[in-house]
């Protein structure tokens, strides 16, 4: 039953703007409203005919075709003219129903009129719902000014032998109805309750992958900043310890490969270096072509320290020269990294307003960025001002002054291994 329903639903409903739950709610109400009155009156019909009720006969047959029309005509005209079509035709089959049965207050179908204007607000609007109760209400009023100037209504059937089956089948189609409009209005609230759960579920999943997404490319309170803000304020960071990492051979290696295959290796290199940065706390920057650049105690609340900084290019460099290894008995490209490192204040902030970029700079930036310049494949290299802070947790071997382009001369030191 329900897949011929859904069959008649989807052939009378015109196409309507998508999401709009609630003009689908009263077209489907308005088909289910006519199907109704088809079963109804057709059964009303057959009872008029053996009761000998003319009136019931032929306008039930009428209905008929009024329903089935409005079926077939809301494809063409907007439900709101066709509801208000409903509402009159409705109007004046009760008045002459109730005009031939004994009149307002003696008629079993007395009680339908009181369903007119409910259901207009449901199908239509307030406006022609407001019209359609004022007609409803003359209607009565009509009827009763009737009455009491003593106008006998005919009764065009048996009130001794019919009377009382008659109001029982009339009070049992009423409860139906209204039966039908409350389980028709509940499942598509039901249906529309279950679409906004799940375009809220839908929002919730965006927002999180937005989140992720923001997160992924700024620290977390840089993200909240923005996210409350819209800007971030630069701030001024001591004790940071910078990490520079850069592919030795990269020139060289990329001659040798198509587009594509370069950015996949340096990703997949890269990859490995998160994994790393992460695991030991530290906070990416960014990475610039072939380079890396990544920070300890930057930004707010990141508890790294430069031993972290100085343990994770230690793994970096090993889990490189095994990757190496690996590549190399496979006749495959590989690279090399060198890395540097050095200690200072930086300022770290957001710059741009359109595509954001988190960065931090200073002096000590730049002195990191010399060092990684005078480091060596496969190897790390720290400042004095970092070898002063980790030099009680790793085996050093100290390089002396080294001329570094724009800083004279730097002391630099190797960092052999962690101290056992």
Not at 58 to 83: D, Y
Not at 193 to 221: C, G, H, M, T, Y
């Amino acid at each position: 039953m329900s897949k011929i329903l859904g069959n008649i639903h989807n052939w009378a409903i015109p196409t309507l703007p998508t999401g709009d739950v609630d003009l689908l709610r009263k077209h489907k109400l308005f088909i289910n409203t006519c199907l109704f009155n088809l079963i109804f009156g057709t059964a009303y019909g057959v009872m008029s005919y053996f009761i000998s009720f003319e009136t019931g006969i032929w306008t039930m047959i009428l209905s008929v075709f009024f329903f089935i029309g409005n079926i077939l005509l809301l494809r063409f005209i907007h439900i709101n003219t066709l509801g208000f079509v409903m509402s009159l035709y409705t109007i004046w089959l009760n008045a002459i129903l109730v005009y031939y049965s004994g009149g307002l207050f003696t008629s079993p179908v007395s009680p339908w009129i009181t369903l007119t204007a409910p259901i207009v607000l449901l199908l239509t609007n307030r406006k022609t719902a407001y019209a359609v109760l004022a007609l409803c209400i003359l209607y009565v009023i009509v009827y009763f000014v009737l009455i009491v100037s003593g106008y006998e209504f005919p009764f065009t059937y048996d009130r001794e032998k019919y009377h009382y089956p008659f109001l029982a089948f009339a009070m049992a189609g009423l409860v139906a109805i209204f039966f039908l409009i409350a389980n028709t209005f509940e499942k598509l609230k039901q249906q529309a309750l279950e679409s906004l759960v799940a375009k809220q579920k839908e929002l919730e999943f965006e927002q999180e992958r937005s989140e992720n997404l923001l997160l992924n490319i700024f620290p977390a309170d840089i993200a909240e900043e923005l996210k409350s803000t819209g800007r971030t304020q630069a701030r001024l960071h001591d004790n940071v310890t910078v990490l520079f990492a850069d592919v030795k051979n990269f020139t060289i290696v990329s001659e040798g490969l198509l587009p594509d295959q370069l950015v996949a290796l340096l990703d997949t290199y890269f990859q490995r270096i998160d994994a790393i940065i992460q695991k030991h706390g530290l906070e990416k920057i960014k990475t610039i072509g072939d380079a890396y650049l990544a920070a300890a105690g930057v930004p707010k609340g990141n508890k790294a320290t430069a031993r972290d900084v100085v343990a994770a290019a230690l793994e970096i460099q090993k889990t490189n020269d095994a990757y190496k290894v690996l590549r190399e008995t496979e006749g495959l490209p590989f690279f090399d990294f060198r890395i540097g490192i050095n200690t200072g204040t930086v300022v770290a902030g957001v710059v741009g307003d359109k595509k954001y970029v988190y960065d931090i700079w200073g002096d000590a930036v730049n002195t990191a960025a010399r060092i990684e310049e005078n480091s060596a494949p496969g190897r790390v290299n720290i400042s004095a001002f970092t070898h002063q802070v980790v030099k009680e947790h790793f085996e050093l071997e100290e390089r002396g002054l080294i001329s570094a382009k724009n800083k004279g001369k730097i002391e630099m030191f190797w960092v052999l291994g962690h101290k056992k």
